[in-house]
């Protein structure tokens, strides 16, 4: 009995100080987003400029040139937002400034990976988001969500390709959409085909799912609903709240992507927020949000209905803040970690599934996804493994990289937690423009099908085999 209470205040304790320091962090970056923005309108007020008509023409010469690119599309993870949110805040750290044409679509932060990758679709091509009326039926959401009126790259197929590069369940959501495109998912979008994506990289991608989310509250024999008293059960209870009451001006700061459950009190009343809350209703009553997705059961699934196409190219950074001390995996400093991830980075590290659990995979193994970033275990980030082990190549080095060929999965592991690339730039330092720097140098010069795209007052360069490329960083 006495053993019992001692876990069970233990538990209760983490749960205080993990809710404590995620809220807290969370309103720091809402604050330097108001204060940011606040601080950009008044210097806009204070000093308009004034632009010279010489430079308005050069301006438009060059416009010219940088849509001729194929865009290089940087898609957000868990609680990201793109551009427009947060205000001036760039989740990317500024790295979209980097290349001459660059999206950043605003996806749901905490949708699942399948909406996300529907609403992605038509971000590029234009038009009403739609989710499928099977799946909107079974999930129990409208059918029908945001419009686009204009797409970001109307003209995208196979002819006029595109980069992505998706950070954390961003790398995911874009695997989930080449397998809507080469299965034909859109309606009437007939034509569309795997040959759409040039190519993936990942940052901290979330291929093989994380046991952080059974510390978060995920129940570890399903993988798909929570345990009673968790931190995920806080968040679902903020998150039901703030959809609910639906300020207009803090969405348009910040909006979790629940739109099409219409969980709003303009729609559903008194009534539709107590069946929200007492998981009734929903979308984590459905369990069509991005956490069951990224439990290792929910991404197996994922998993075993997505393939790695002949004609991608495919990059992989996976991160690790551990380190291995005779024979035990523990954190690698305390500086070089977020205040955020320190205590998870720990936990991940030491965590064991239960013995009274059948394991989410036939040969398993704790030891194996020890090694993590505080947010995704370190084997889950190289490259899809789970169920089935794609092709992959491990470069531990830039004099290792040979020449590149499609359908394979190149990946290195860089020492980092998991936010180390995004947000803040500076903490990141000289290694943040490493790491972007290497990725655009690598979507403008040396990955292409026919001839490689030149970049503004460059001249092409000569015909490349569509199959052979260089790794360049």
């Given at each position: ?12 304790a ?24 606040i601080s950009?309108?008044?210097n806009?007020?204070?000093?308009k ?5 010489n ?13 001729g690119?194929?865009p ?12 427009g949110?947060?205000g001036?805040l760039?989740?990317?750290g ?10 950043v ?12 990758a529907?609403?992605?679709f038509?971000?590029?091509?234009g ?8 799946h ?21 197929d ?5 980069h ?5 369940a961003?790398?995911?959501?874009v695997?989930?959409l080449q397998?809507?495109?080469a ?5 009437g ?6 040959d ?12 093989n ?7 978060d ?13 968790c ?15 639906d300020?207009s ?5 910040y ?7 219409n969980?709003?009190w303009?729609?559903s ?11 009734n ?5 459905s369990?069509d ?9 929910g ?9 790695t196409?002949?004609n991608?190219?495919?990059f992989s950074?996976?991160?690790k803040?551990t380190?291995?001390v005779?024979g ?13 991830l ?6 991940m590290?030491?965590?064991?599934f239960?013995?009274?659990?059948s394991?989410?995979?036939?040969g ?7 090694e ?18 794609h ?9 290792e990289c040979q020449?590149?060929q ?9 020492e980092a ?14 290694q ?10 690598r979507?403008?010069k ?9 970049l503004?007052?460059q ?6 085999s ?8």
């Open positions: 009995m006495i053993k019992l209470w001692m876990v069970t205040s233990l538990q209760l983490e749960l205080f100080v993990s809710s404590l320091v995620h809220l807290l962090y969370g309103f720091y970056i809402f604050s330097s987003a108001v204060a940011g923005d950009q309108t008044l806009d007020y204070l000093f400029s004034n632009v010279d008509f430079d308005v023409g050069e301006i438009g010469q060059n416009q010219s040139i940088v849509e690119l194929p290089i599309v940087l898609v957000h993870g868990i609680f990201g937002f793109g551009k949110r947060l001036g760039s989740y990317f500024g790295a979209e400034k980097k290349d001459e044409r660059v999206l679509p605003d996806l749901g932060s905490l949708t699942s990976i399948y909406d996300r529907r609403e992605l038509y971000y590029l091509k038009g009403v988001v739609d989710f499928g009326e099977e909107s039926e079974a999930c129990g959401h409208s059918r029908f969500g945001r419009r686009y009126e204009e797409g970001q790259y109307p003209e995208w196979e002819d006029h390709p595109i992505f590069v998706g950070h954390s961003g790398a995911q959501v695997r989930v397998q809507m495109l299965d034909k998912a859109f309606e979008f007939e034509e569309t085909s795997e759409w994506v040039l190519s993936v990289t990942s940052l901290s991608g979330a291929f799912g994380t046991t952080r989310t059974y510390l509250g995920m129940r570890t024999d399903d993988g798909v609903s929570m345990k009673p008293i931190l995920l059960q806080l968040c679902r209870i903020g998150v039901i709240m703030y959809d609910w009451l300020i001006w803090l969405k348009t700061y909006n979790f992507g629940f739109d099409h459950f969980i709003s303009k729609k009343g008194v009534r539709g927020l107590v069946d929200c809350l007492m998981g209703a929903g979308p984590f009553a369990g949000w991005i956490l069951p997705d990224l439990t290792i059961q991404s197996t699934s994922i998993n075993s209905n997505l393939q196409f002949p991608t190219y495919y950074y996976a991160t803040r380190r291995r005779m035990m995996t523990i954190p690698s400093g305390v500086l070089g970690i977020h205040p955020m320190f205590l998870r980075v720990f936990q590290s030491q965590w064991k239960p013995q009274d659990v394991p989410p995979y036939k398993y193994r704790d030891e194996d996804w020890q993590n970033d505080g947010a995704l275990n370190t084997i889950s980030m190289t490259h899809p493994r789970l169920p089935v082990e092709p992959s190549r491990f470069i531990r080095s830039d004099s020449t590149l499609p359908g394979i999965w190149y990946y290195k592991i860089v937690d998991h936010i180390m690339f995004i947000v803040n730039r500076e903490r990141a330092g000289v943040f423009d490493l790491i972007y720097d290497s990725i655009f140098q979507c403008r040396h990955v292409f099908r026919k001839i490689p795209q030149s503004p007052n001249s092409p360069s000569p015909r490349s569509p199959r052979k490329n260089n790794f360049v960083h």
